[in-house]
């Protein structure tokens, strides 16, 4: 029987390392397995969240995943991987072959637009001329905390035509009780591999913004109607979870 309404989980975590156990445990119980029509990985299977929230209240306390000893499988991230996160999050640089990083959207970002020149199709990219990171720094330290408009923007309405449109498209902020609050919306979001990375890095980048700000670090909340798992990480996460008995081949 096909569902009518769409299931909207929500995960109520205290670190990172447990918003990230306690979501595969949940992807593996109420996610809903689909073939990829357009996307990364077309033709495969990814078991996906209708809508999910992910609440971390102390997301400082423990940043990275831990993989319990006798499982042996690898944790999907580490601190040095994170820490150099950080820095593609707060640069703008990027490669020739890139169309986009987060830390270009964030710190310098940029209009790309077709022009033709001497008969040629080319692309000029245009300046924004804003950094998004100092400028709600700016905003918090000189006009006080009583304001909505902090909110820094990754995805452009362009982003539609690309190949690989950004994941992360919205990072609102809020200071409350003194500590400043990330509200995170990811269009489509991989849950083993990019979920602690993508979480770990913010972190930092939040924890750098507080201590800008002279407030204390705060909770981080994500929303995602693409949370997911691909079929080829599915039996590691049984084996992290402890739940590969949750359901049969046949569904999962």
Not at 167 to 188: E, G, P, V
Request: hydrophobic share 40%; net charge negative.
């Amino acid at each position: 029987m096909i569902d009518e309404f769409l299931t909207p989980v929500f995960i109520d975590a205290f670190d990172l390392d447990d918003a990230w156990f306690q979501t595969l445990c949940a992807i593996l119980e109420k996610g809903k397995v689909y073939t990829i029509t357009r996307g990364s990985y077309q033709g495969a299977k990814r078991l996906e969240f209708d809508f999910v929230t992910v609440r971390v209240r102390k997301p400082s306390h423990q940043i990275i995943p831990i993989i319990p000893e006798g499982l042996n499988i690898p944790a999907p991230t580490d601190m040095d991987y994170i820490q150099g996160y950080l820095s593609y999050l707060l640069t703008g640089a990027k490669t020739q072959t890139e169309d986009y990083t987060y830390g270009e959207r964030l710190v310098d970002p940029k209009v790309r637009v077709k022009e033709v020149k001497d008969g040629q199709e080319m692309i000029r990219e245009i300046p924004l001329e804003v950094n998004q990171i100092e400028e709600v720094i700016r905003m918090y330290k000189e006009e006080g905390f009583g304001t909505n408009q902090a909110v820094m923007e990754i995805g452009m309405p362009s982003d539609i035509k690309l190949q690989d449109p950004p994941c992360l498209r919205l990072i609102d902020t809020r200071i409350r009780n003194n500590k400043l609050h990330f509200i995170l919306y990811f269009r489509s979001w991989d849950l083993w591999g990019g979920f602690p990375s993508n979480l770990g890095g913010l972190q930092l980048v939040k924890q750098y913004m507080a201590d800008m700000i002279g407030v204390e670090d705060g909770e981080m909340i994500a929303v995602s109607k693409g949370l997911h798992l691909y079929d080829y990480s599915w039996e590691v996460a049984k084996i992290r979870t402890k739940k590969w008995r949750w359901r049969s081949s046949s569904t999962l």
